[in-house]
């Protein structure tokens, strides 16, 4: 069955530095991948999208990447602050596929 | 635009009874699906809908009913809530979901905690 694993449950970065969260599937080859942002007591936010002919992908501060090969993709925050501490979730799926699952998130919380 | 509403916010049962969460949303779009979060478990897809009149099982339906009659409500019914459907509740809606042109973004609600003595 399907797999999707993210890296570690919580993730502790020191204000500044580059935060990266891993994201990897098993047992499917997904086109797509999203990345959504939740905060506590909130709903998911979407951040990014990349498709797996783009490899890399960036907005702002935020940079996704999508190795086929290795069934991963990394997630960066760079020069990181205490606003982006927050739990970050991956969706790999397919084309027509209606059922968007989830990984189950890494809590990232940046030290001051 | 409101986005995804969810109601209510929080609600409390007995074992036993049952209740219908709301979600609305106001932006057209066709893809409509609830989420139950756990701890430890992430966000786990109950029921799907693409469009109104069709609806589908996600992975944990078990216990849930759903209906689509208009494109923009989607309510969850619990007939005989279980302390094992103690959970916060996601609603969410997207125009594709399909991917391709579009991002197929999925647009969240606010969530409704259920707690089930």
């Known amino acids: 069955s399907q797999k999707i694993e993210q890296n570690s449950e919580a993730l502790n970065i020191q204000e500044g530095k580059t935060a990266t969260l891993t994201c990897n599937y098993t047992n499917y080859s997904p086109a797509y991948l999203q990345w959504y942002r939740q905060d506590p007591g909130r709903g998911p936010v979407f951040l990014l999208l990349i498709r797996e002919n783009e490899k890399e992908k960036r907005k702002e501060r935020l940079k996704v990447t999508f190795d086929t090969t290795l069934k991963q993709s990394l997630f960066h925050i760079t020069a990181s602050q205490p606003a982006d501490s927050a739990t970050y979730l991956c969706a790999p799926y397919n084309f027509g596929n209606e059922k968007l699952t989830f990984g189950t998130g890494t809590r990232l919380t940046i030290i001051p | 635009n409101a986005g995804v509403t969810q109601t209510p916010k929080f609600q409390v049962l007995k074992t036993g009874q049952s209740m219908t969460l709301q979600c609305a949303q106001d932006m057209n779009h066709e893809y409509m699906s609830w989420y139950r979060q756990d701890p430890g478990m992430g966000l786990r897809l109950i029921h799907y809908?693409?469009?109104?009149?069709?609806?589908d099982q996600g992975e944990v339906p078990n216990g849930y009913n759903v209906s689509r009659s208009t494109t923009e409500d989607f309510p969850l019914r619990l007939l005989s809530a279980a302390p094992s459907q103690t959970s916060v509740y996601f609603c969410?809606?997207?125009?594709?979901?399909?991917?391709?042109?579009?991002?197929?973004?999925?647009?969240f609600g606010e969530g409704s905690r259920l707690t089930v003595l």
């Open positions: 969410a809606s997207s125009y594709s979901i399909a991917g391709g042109a579009s991002t197929g973004e999925l647009f």
């Open positions: 809908s693409v469009g109104a009149g069709i609806t």
